[in-house]
């Protein structure tokens, strides 16, 4: 069983390489076309954010896949897929202030982005409770707080479409395809799990 210090060591690991990330893609995105970048960052925070939904959603509506090795996995580490999720969506947004030259201090920004700035602030109170200290201190409410990224899920839609509105790219069909699929599993789950109660 890991010690605190393991622990401690894995935080600061991980903290390095997302703050490292942040820099690297920033650099990234300033000396090539930011938008494709910004874009591909967005899918795979997508991508990766569909993995921490997949043991729930998957061990529900799919129940010999219980033993399913990588569901397994993704459920024993969701919280650190959440955050890679979460640091990956963050690049994407940093990159797309950047590029667009998005002034965070109007209050338009705010409504013409709604989307966007809803799914980050979810994501952010989800990353910032992702650990044992805020799960002992929250207790039954953590899980409650962490039942908001499904929240997500019907937000990702709206944001895709509405953002990327006449000029499509390659990803953005993989993108919705992965979404709808991910709404009509959750869907699933919850029609399963109203049958059992």
């Known amino acids: 069983m890991p010690t605190n210090i393991d622990k401690g060591k894995k935080s600061l690991i991980f903290l390095a390489l997302s703050l490292s990330s942040y820099i690297a893609f920033l650099l ?3 000396y090539f076309r930011p938008v494709p970048l910004a874009n591909f960052l967005g899918c795979l ?3 990766v954010y569909t993995a921490t939904l997949a043991p729930s959603i998957c ?4 129940p010999n896949m219980r033993g399913n090795k990588t569901l397994v996995w993704l459920l024993k580490n969701r919280r650190h897929v959440g955050i890679a999720s979460y640091v990956l969506g963050s690049n994407h947004a940093l990159l797309m202030v950047v590029q667009k030259n998005i002034n965070l201090l109007a209050p338009s920004t705010y409504v013409h982005y709604f989307q966007g700035i809803s799914i980050f602030f979810i994501m952010t109170l989800l990353a910032v409770t ?3 200290w805020s799960v002992k201190a929250l207790k039954k409410n953590w899980v409650k707080l962490h039942q908001l ?3 997500i899920i019907f937000i990702l839609p709206w944001h895709i479409i509405d953002k990327m509105f006449g000029h499509w790219s390659y990803l953005t069909p993989l993108e919705l395809l992965i979404n709808f699929i991910c709404i009509y599993l ?3 789950r919850a029609r ?3 049958k059992t109660c």
């Open 28 to 30: 990234l995105g300033l």
């Open 45 to 47: 925070a997508l991508l």
């Open 59 to 62: 061990r529900t509506v799919f």
């Open 130 to 132: 992702s650990n044992d």
């Open 149 to 151: 990224t499904y929240l």
């Open 186 to 188: 959750f869907f699933q």
């Open 192 to 194: 399963l799990k109203a």
